[in-house]
T-cell receptor, first 113, second 114 residues
Framework: QQQVKQSPQSLIVQKGGISIINCAYENTAFDYFPWYQQFPGKGPALLIAIRPDVSEKKEGRFTISFNKSAKQFSLHIMDSQPGDSATYFCAASMRSNTGKLIFGQGTTLQVKP | DGGITQSPKYLFRKEGQNVTLSCEQNLNHDAMYWYRQDPGQGLRLIYYSQIVNDFQKGDIAEGYSVSREKKESFPLTVTSAQKNPTAFYLC?????????????FGSGTQLSVL
């Protein structure tokens, strides 16, 4: 019940296309869902996050869609650029868990020029 | 510049050897964390510390040890009891009460077994 399942494991998208990464969870106590972006040889950095009281959050070309009833959330990257090529991790946490984040397995995105 | 410094970037361990990974932060954050990253498995929490001289086991603490003698430093020792130590190790920190909101990560240490 503590798991967050992420798919696909890898993704190749043409420049200008839409990249979509999906995550699913079981534990309904999760109430905070961030996405982290990691470039090769670097640590992850917070990209965007959402709480379950909203169904969508947009920051520039990055959008999180959240479906509370299905216990799923996804990251959409519009107009994907080669500079977006990175590994993306979804995560989840609950207020009662001392702030620990449960990470998904990661998705390696390659955007072809 | 404020941030988290991990060293070394690459580390090799011989059989039966203990190795220590360094993590230093100048962000004045109280909480610090160690994660292990393996391909296809995401990030798994090894140990975390919310204040100096206190730390708790994460999900995969076996074969690892830590200390937190200073607020700025949180070294991780990979002991000989860790039979599969090859991985990318990430140190992170967060502001008090904001671990859920934002973790700040270092650039990692790649540990390999000779």
């Amino acid at each position: 019940q503590q798991q967050v399942k992420q798919s696909p494991q890898s993704l190749i998208v043409q420049k200008g296309g839409i990249s979509i990464i999906n995550c699913a969870y079981e534990n309904t106590a999760f109430d905070y869902f961030p996405w982290y972006q990691q470039f090769p040889g670097k640590g992850p950095a917070l990209l965007i996050a959402i709480r379950p009281d909203v169904s969508e959050k947009k920051e520039g070309r990055f959008t999180i869609s959240f479906n509370k009833s299905a216990k799923q959330f996804s990251l959409h990257i519009m107009d994907s650029q080669p500079g977006d090529s990175a590994t993306y991790f979804c995560a989840a946490s609950m207020r009662s868990n001392t702030g620990k984040l449960i990470f998904g397995q990661g998705t390696t995105l390659q955007v072809k020029p | 510049d404020g941030g988290i410094t991990q060293s070394p970037k690459y580390l090799f361990r011989k059989e039966g050897q203990n190795v220590t990974l360094s993590c230093e932060q100048n962000l004045n954050h109280d909480a610090m964390y160690w994660y292990r990253q393996d391909p296809g498995q995401g990030l798994r929490l090894i140990y975390y510390s919310q204040i100096v001289n206190d730390f708790q086991k994460g999900d995969i603490a076996e074969g690892y040890s830590v200390s937190r003698e200073k607020k700025e430093s949180f070294p991780l020792t990979v002991t000989s009891a860790q039979k599969n130590p090859t991985a990318f190790y990430l140190c992170a920190s967060s502001k008090p009460g904001q671990a859920r909101e934002k973790l700040f990560f270092g650039s990692g240490t790649q540990l390999s077994v000779l």
